[in-house]
């Protein structure tokens, strides 16, 4: 048969919904659990990768809903910042791809030119995320506590924030260089993306800028990052095939590149462009070098580039393989040193200078190294290993040589700031803020450095910030367990961070200046509070005037007097105390689940203000990171169009499998491709699990085996190990119990004789519950098709057990189980047709020094002990013999025994009483008669001497 996914898929949640059992008010007395994942921005239409995080906290949610706890699960969409900007932007220029993506999600020429502004924009979204993503996949969210980033009401809960942060001395305001779109005004660059298309991983580079002099009063200006290897210049580089520019700065005239003095302008008070001079006219003049006074020629390079730093370069080729190089080809090209009047003398001037001295190394690294990588060429793509290489080492071992006056001792790394702050205080130097790669606002605009000088910061530098969050994280749930472990570093490298920006953003006013944006990771650290608070909002109870600092501070502090409260807000007392009897129930939150990208940006700040602004009590309790779905080996961006979308992948797979797909496909922790034969082989899975159900319906004996026992023993022990998964909240594993390991024990019981409908549908009111967290409408489905009532989802899991009972019937079909893989891989590799297998059990000593064994510490086994217990039953001088080595393997092998194994190896059973029952079994199994003995028995017959292999939980097998 082949099922209807859609449609159990609607019928399913429209019942949910309608019972509104997906809504989350207190229940006194209650345990409760509070998770949310990292809100998406509202950049465009979301995609497959998105629904990883999203679903498997659907799935932890659920999974808690059904152990007893009232949960609140609510979500929410992050528009501040300029993405909504930008997509209306698209639509208003009617950009061929945007209008294209817009039709073919189904969008009518009306919906489109309501996309032309960016409220539309976020309006539209909001709605597709709610409809189209998270009801869809039916999610057991509180859709009563949506909110929004730019919603009136979660804007006074962020001025309120950050009132907070200035009343504990954590704002602070000072002149900063930011990363600035020159329309839209700053934004962050990190991994997130949030304000930016491109360039996630660049960092704002601080060059020195040296000043060259020239004869007619102008000065070649070069941006380095190292200074100190200003002894080591033999030439200045310039780019002949480039225009430069005079550039008028703080009285003097600097020969920059043009889009160098554009940079420049954003960075200092007074730039202007006089005009241009072309780089030709430049080569063979010669200037003087900065600090040491050195005169030196202009030589041609082309890998000057306009863009990178001033266009201009220092030469040192006894320190940058690059500059040697460039040497060693001048040298070679004939044709451009007659082009531009370059004499041999200018030349063989231009000889490499020692000047730092580093383990390893002779005198000129760059040299050496390019001989040692047979570099010869500028066009070597080894250039840059060898640039990197050298750099290290001299960098961070070398020390300045005697040839650097009063720098000789010193090591680079001192050197280099000592140097650069001499150049400076003497007005040799200058500073300019470049980025290390290209950076692209969301709106299609380059991102330069510019200065703001009145830019204001959260402290997150602060010292006792710093030690009250790192000593709370050590108390939190925080996984992957690398990610707990390095989250102390990622708080202790945290600086001051920019919290507003001045531009065309969308977001709330910052209360202080209303001049400033509050910035979009600066609103998107407290919000777990105000889900909390936001039904009352969007109920109308509250309105967003009435939200002042004393409302939150009564709500989610519990100070104020709630009389002045009741009056500035319009809200009762009475209601008052119960939104703030909701805030305590409710928190602290219990996990916040986002994407890898949050490691360093979102979830330390999350954190810190947490810390900073509420009260130990109802600090975070923990941090969960999932990795991404990527399309050919890099992560989906929904703001690039994205890939498969998600309504079309809910029609062409289903929802359950695309939800399995997410919890089974591989660990949270690691990145996994979309692959949509994989998504289609998890549908088959449900497919099969409906059938296999149907089929189990249908057996009608109530005859009973002794198998029985076994099927419910072996889902109490299933049951308990499924509850130690999520413990950890492994989904993988869990998902992996339920999907195939409790199908194949159903199928094990059939095959062993098992067919009592009664156990069968025991069976079967423990299984489908278990599929309700990852698979909830075929649960759903399912659980009515057996009969049941009401929702599987509202059904309580039982907690499973470990008894000796329990243990005992897992541990007798497990000595089956082996044995008959034993006996397998017997006739295989002997490719034997056997009349009569004879099975011989361990003997009673080996049993007993086994039981002996289990008794003493884990890893602290006495062999000798065990060896001399045994010896004064051996009858014979091959068990004397035999004695002193099991004694040592069993030894080995309780020591490192994983738990469950310990378990298994101490359950209490007759091996031979079990093996005689199954004998007919095994017989029908491999096509002969079956006979069992013990090891102990005198009668027993073995001309192979094989019975000594045999041990406690694995028989020695013959086969004749």
Same mark, same amino acid.
């Given at each position: 048969?082949?099922?209807?996914?859609?449609?159990?898929?609607?019928?399913?949640?429209?019942?949910?919904?309608?019972?509104?059992?997906?809504?989350?008010?207190?229940?006194?007395?209650?345990?409760?659990?509070?998770?949310?994942?990292?809100?998406?921005?509202?950049?465009?239409?979301?995609?497959?990768?998105?629904?990883?995080?999203?679903?498997?906290?659907?799935?932890?949610?659920?999974?808690?809903?059904?152990?007893?706890?009232?949960?609140?699960?609510?979500?929410?969409?992050?528009?501040?910042?300029?993405?909504?900007?930008?997509?209306?932007?698209?639509?208003?220029?009617?950009?061929?791809?945007?209008?294209?993506?817009?039709?073919?999600?189904?969008?009518?020429?009306?919906?489109?030119?309501?996309?032309?502004?960016?409220?539309?924009?976020?309006?539209?979204?909001?709605?597709?995320?709610?409809?189209?993503?998270?009801?869809?996949?039916?999610?057991?969210?509180?859709?009563?506590?949506?909110?929004?980033?730019?919603?009136?009401?979660?804007?006074?809960? @962020?001025?309120?924030?950050?009132?907070?942060?200035?009343?504990?001395?954590?704002?602070?305001?000072?002149?900063?260089?930011?990363?600035?779109?020159?329309?839209?005004?700053?934004?962050?660059?990190?991994?997130?993306?949030?304000?930016?298309?491109?360039?996630?991983?660049?960092?704002?580079?601080?060059?020195?800028?040296?000043?060259?002099?020239?004869?007619?009063?102008?000065?070649?200006?070069?941006?380095?990052?190292?200074?100190?290897?200003?002894?080591?210049?033999?030439?200045?580089?310039?780019?002949?095939?480039?225009?430069?520019?005079?550039?008028?700065?703080?009285?003097?005239?600097?020969?920059?590149?043009?889009?160098?003095?554009?940079?420049?302008?954003?960075?200092?008070?007074?730039?202007?462009?006089?005009?241009?001079?072309?780089?030709?006219?430049?080569?063979?003049?010669?200037?003087?070098?900065?600090?040491?006074?050195?005169?030196?020629?202009?030589?041609?390079?082309?890998?000057?580039?306009?863009?990178?730093?001033?266009?201009?370069?220092?030469?040192?080729?006894?320190?940058?393989?690059?500059?040697?190089?460039?040497?060693?080809?001048?040298?070679?090209?004939?044709?451009?040193?007659?082009?531009?009047?370059?004499?041999?003398?200018?030349?063989?001037?231009?000889?490499?200078?020692?000047?730092?001295?580093?383990?390893?190394?002779?005198?000129?690294?760059?040299?050496?190294?390019?001989?040692?990588?047979?570099?010869?060429?500028?066009?070597?793509?080894?250039?840059?290993?060898?640039?990197?290489?050298?750099?290290?080492?001299?960098?961070?071992?070398?020390?300045?040589?005697?040839?650097?006056?009063?720098?000789?001792?010193?090591?680079?790394?001192?050197?280099?700031?000592?140097?650069?702050?001499?150049?400076?205080?003497?007005?040799?130097?200058?500073?300019?803020?470049?980025?290390?790669?290209?950076?692209?606002?969301?709106?299609?605009?380059?991102?330069?450095?510019?200065?703001?000088?009145?830019?204001?910061?959260?402290?997150?530098?602060?010292?006792?910030?710093?030690?009250?969050?790192?000593?709370?994280?050590?108390?939190?749930?925080?996984?992957?367990?690398?990610?707990?472990?390095?989250?102390?570093?990622?708080?202790?490298?945290?600086?001051?961070?920019?919290?507003?920006?001045?531009?065309?953003?969308?977001?709330?006013?910052?209360?202080?200046?209303?001049?400033?944006?509050?910035?979009?990771?600066?609103?998107?650290?407290?919000?777990?509070?105000?889900?909390?608070?936001?039904?009352?909002?969007?109920?109308?109870? @509250?309105?967003?005037?009435?939200?002042?600092?004393?409302?939150?501070?009564?709500? @989610?502090?519990?100070?104020?007097?709630?009389?002045?409260?009741?009056?500035?807000?319009?809200?009762?007392?009475?209601?008052?105390?119960?939104?703030?009897?909701?805030?305590?129930?409710?928190?602290?939150?219990?996990?916040?689940?986002?994407?890898?990208?949050?490691?360093?940006?979102?979830?330390?700040?999350?954190?810190?203000?947490?810390?900073?602004?509420?009260?130990?009590?109802?600090?975070?309790?923990?941090?969960?990171?999932?990795?991404?779905?990527?399309?050919?080996?890099?992560?989906?961006?929904?703001?690039?169009?994205?890939?498969?979308?998600?309504?079309?992948?809910?029609?062409?797979?289903?929802?359950?499998?695309?939800?399995?797909?997410?919890?089974?496909?591989?660990?949270?922790?690691?990145?996994?491709?979309?692959?949509?034969?994989?998504?289609?082989?998890?549908?088959?899975?449900?497919?099969?699990?409906?059938?296999?159900?149907?089929?189990?319906?249908? @057996?009608?004996?109530?005859?009973?085996?002794?198998?029985?026992?076994?099927?419910?023993?072996?889902?109490?022990?299933?049951?308990?190990?499924?509850?130690?998964?999520?413990?950890?909240?492994?989904?993988?594993?869990?998902?992996?119990?339920?999907?195939?390991?409790?199908?194949?024990?159903?199928?094990?019981?059939?095959?062993?004789?098992?067919?009592?409908?009664?156990?069968?549908?025991?069976?079967?009111?423990?299984?489908?519950?278990?599929?309700?967290?990852?698979?909830?409408?075929?649960?759903?489905?399912?659980?009515?098709?057996?009969?049941?009532?009401?929702?599987?989802?509202?059904?309580?899991?039982?907690?499973?057990?470990?008894?000796?009972?329990?243990?005992?019937?897992?541990?007798?079909?497990?000595?089956?189980?082996?044995?008959?893989?034993?006996?397998?891989?017997?006739?295989?590799?002997?490719?034997?047709?056997?009349?009569?297998?004879?099975?011989?059990?361990?003997?009673?000593?080996?049993?007993?020094?086994?039981?002996?064994?289990?008794?003493?510490?884990?890893?602290?086994?006495?062999?000798?002990?065990?060896?001399?217990?045994?010896?004064?039953?051996?009858?014979?001088?091959?068990?004397?013999?035999?004695?002193?080595?099991?004694?040592?393997?069993?030894?080995?092998?309780?020591?490192?025994?994983?738990?469950?194994?310990?378990?298994?190896?101490?359950?209490?059973?007759?091996?031979?009483?079990?093996?005689?029952?199954?004998?007919?079994?095994?017989?029908?199994?491999?096509?002969?008669?079956?006979?069992?003995?013990?090891?102990?028995?005198?009668?027993?017959?073995?001309?192979?001497?094989?019975?000594?292999?045999?041990?406690?939980?694995?028989?020695?097998?013959?086969?004749?």
């Amino acid at each position: 048969m082949t099922l209807d996914f859609s449609a159990m898929e609607a019928k399913w949640r429209t019942a949910w919904y309608k019972a509104r059992i997906n809504e989350s008010n207190p229940v006194p007395g209650k345990k409760k659990f509070f998770m949310i994942f990292a809100y998406p921005g509202v950049t465009g239409y979301l995609h497959v990768g998105h629904m990883r995080g999203y679903t498997i906290t659907d799935a932890i949610v659920r999974y808690k809903m059904m152990t007893g706890h009232n949960v609140l699960f609510p979500v929410g969409t992050h528009s501040t910042g300029n993405g909504a900007i930008s997509f209306a932007r698209k639509v208003e220029r009617g950009d061929p791809a945007t209008i294209g993506i817009l039709e073919a999600n189904g969008c009518t020429s009306e919906t489109i030119e309501s996309l032309a502004n960016a409220d539309g924009v976020v309006r539209f979204f909001n709605e597709v995320y709610v409809n189209d993503y998270w009801k869809r996949f039916g999610f057991m969210s509180d859709w009563r506590r949506f909110t929004c980033t730019t919603y009136p009401d979660y804007s006074r809960f @962020i001025e309120w924030q950050m009132r907070k942060l200035k009343a504990h001395g954590l704002l602070i305001q000072k002149p900063y260089f930011a990363p600035a779109c020159l329309e839209h005004g700053p934004v962050a660059i990190d991994a997130s993306e949030t304000d930016i298309q491109k360039g996630g991983t660049a960092e704002v580079l601080e060059y020195t800028l040296l000043k060259f002099d020239l004869d007619d009063g102008r000065n070649l200006v070069a941006a380095t990052l190292r200074p100190e290897t200003v002894f080591g210049l033999t030439n200045f580089w310039v780019n002949p095939d480039v225009e430069y520019v005079d550039a008028e700065v703080d009285g003097e005239t600097w020969v920059v590149s043009r889009p160098a003095a554009e940079k420049l302008a954003l960075q200092m008070d007074s730039v202007k462009v006089l005009g241009s001079t072309d780089g030709s006219a430049l080569m063979g003049k010669r200037c003087k070098a900065p600090f040491t006074g050195k005169m030196i020629p202009v030589f041609p390079s082309n890998l000057c580039d306009p863009n990178i730093g001033t266009g201009l370069v220092m030469s040192v080729p006894s320190d940058a393989p690059v500059d040697w190089i460039g040497l060693v080809e001048l040298k070679r090209n004939s044709d451009m040193r007659a082009r531009y009047n370059l004499t041999d003398e200018m030349i063989e001037g231009a000889k490499p200078i020692a000047i730092i001295d580093t383990p390893g190394w002779g005198p000129m690294p760059a040299v050496e190294i390019c001989e040692r990588m047979g570099i010869s060429t500028m066009a070597d793509p080894k250039l840059d290993e060898a640039t990197k290489e050298v750099y290290k080492a001299g960098f961070h071992r070398g020390v300045m040589n005697s040839s650097c006056g009063e720098f000789s001792g010193k090591p680079v790394e001192a050197a280099k700031d000592a140097i650069r702050a001499q150049m400076l205080s003497g007005s040799q130097a200058a500073i300019m803020r470049d980025l290390s790669e290209e950076v692209i606002c969301r709106c299609g605009e380059k991102v330069l450095v510019r200065k703001i000088p009145d830019q204001w910061f959260i402290d997150y530098a602060n010292p006792g910030l710093k030690e009250r969050s790192k000593e709370h994280a050590r108390t939190m749930k925080i996984l992957p367990k690398e990610y707990f472990d390095n989250i102390q570093n990622v708080i202790e490298w945290y600086r001051e961070r920019a919290c507003v920006r001045l531009g065309n953003w969308l977001g709330t006013r910052f209360p202080f200046d209303q001049r400033w944006i509050i910035e979009a990771i600066a609103d998107s650290t407290l919000y777990p509070v105000y889900y909390v608070l936001s039904r009352y909002a969007n109920e109308g109870i @509250i309105k967003p005037d009435g939200m002042t600092e004393k409302f939150f501070d009564y709500v @989610i502090l519990g100070e104020g007097d709630v009389t002045v409260v009741e009056a500035e807000s319009g809200v009762s007392v009475e209601t008052l105390g119960m939104m703030r009897a909701e805030f305590e129930y409710w928190y602290p939150l219990d996990i916040n689940l986002g994407g890898k990208e949050h490691m360093t940006v979102h979830f330390p700040v999350f954190l810190m203000n947490h810390v900073a602004i509420l009260r130990p009590e109802h600090r975070p309790n923990g941090i969960m990171v999932n990795w991404y779905i990527t399309s050919t080996g890099s992560k989906i961006s929904k703001s690039k169009g994205g890939a498969q979308p998600i309504p079309d992948a809910a029609e062409k797979f289903g929802v359950d499998a695309m939800r399995l797909f997410y919890a089974h496909i591989s660990s949270l922790f690691v990145d996994v491709a979309w692959d949509d034969e994989k998504v289609e082989s998890y549908s088959d899975r449900l497919e099969k699990t409906w059938i296999l159900v149907d089929d189990l319906l249908r @057996i009608g004996t109530e005859e009973s085996t002794g198998m029985d026992a076994w099927l419910l023993a072996r889902l109490n022990m299933r049951l308990a190990k499924l509850h130690e998964h999520m413990a950890d909240y492994d989904i993988r594993s869990y998902s992996n119990e339920v999907y195939f390991e409790i199908s194949q024990d159903i199928k094990w019981y059939l095959r062993r004789g098992g067919k009592s409908r009664s156990v069968l549908m025991d069976a079967l009111r423990t299984w489908i519950p278990l599929m309700a967290p990852i698979t909830p409408h075929l649960s759903e489905e399912l659980w009515e098709h057996i009969g049941q009532k009401p929702f599987v989802s509202l059904h309580r899991l039982s907690d499973g057990s470990r008894n000796d009972e329990v243990i005992s019937e897992e541990a007798k079909e497990k000595l089956i189980q082996n044995l008959m893989q034993d006996v397998s891989e017997i006739l295989k590799v002997t490719s034997m047709s056997p009349t009569k297998i004879s099975i011989m059990v361990a003997p009673s000593w080996k049993i007993e020094m086994l039981s002996a064994a289990l008794g003493q510490p884990k890893g602290k086994v006495d062999v000798s002990a065990l060896i001399k217990a045994a010896m004064p039953d051996a009858k014979t001088p091959e068990m004397k013999k035999a004695i002193p080595a099991f004694a040592k393997d069993v030894a080995q092998e309780v020591s490192r025994a994983a738990e469950h194994d310990r378990v298994m190896l101490s359950a209490k059973f007759d091996e031979l009483e079990v093996l005689k029952a199954a004998s007919g079994f095994l017989g029908e199994q491999f096509g002969c008669a079956v006979e069992v003995r013990s090891v102990d028995d005198p009668e027993l017959v073995d001309p192979k001497g094989r019975s000594r292999f045999a041990k406690p939980g694995r028989p020695a097998v013959y086969a004749e």
